[in-house]
């Protein structure tokens, strides 16, 4: 019993408190939300797929005037 006893003390001692105060750290930081660097990717992110949204109904547009049938391959 003592051979599991100082592995036990040594995690509880020094292990198991810095687990909690790195769980409960990033738990905070999920809590804030998005940083301003992180908000300025999402929105710069949110307007290149508006950008290809855009591109992909012209390029569709094109193809069905050039090829009405290239959606059926």
């Not at 006893?5 to 509880?12: G, K, R, T, W, Y």
């Not at 409960?24 to 290809?52: F, H, N």
């Amino acid at each position: 019993m003592n051979y599991i006893a100082i592995p036990l003390s040594i995690f509880f001692i020094f292990v198991a408190p810095l687990w909690l105060f790195l769980y409960y750290r990033s738990q905070k930081q999920t809590s804030k939300g998005l940083s301003a660097a992180d908000l300025e990717r999402l929105q710069s992110l949110v307007k290149r797929t508006e950008e290809l949204q855009h591109r992909i109904v012209s390029l569709e547009g094109i193809l069905d005037k050039e090829a009405p049938k290239w959606r059926d391959k």
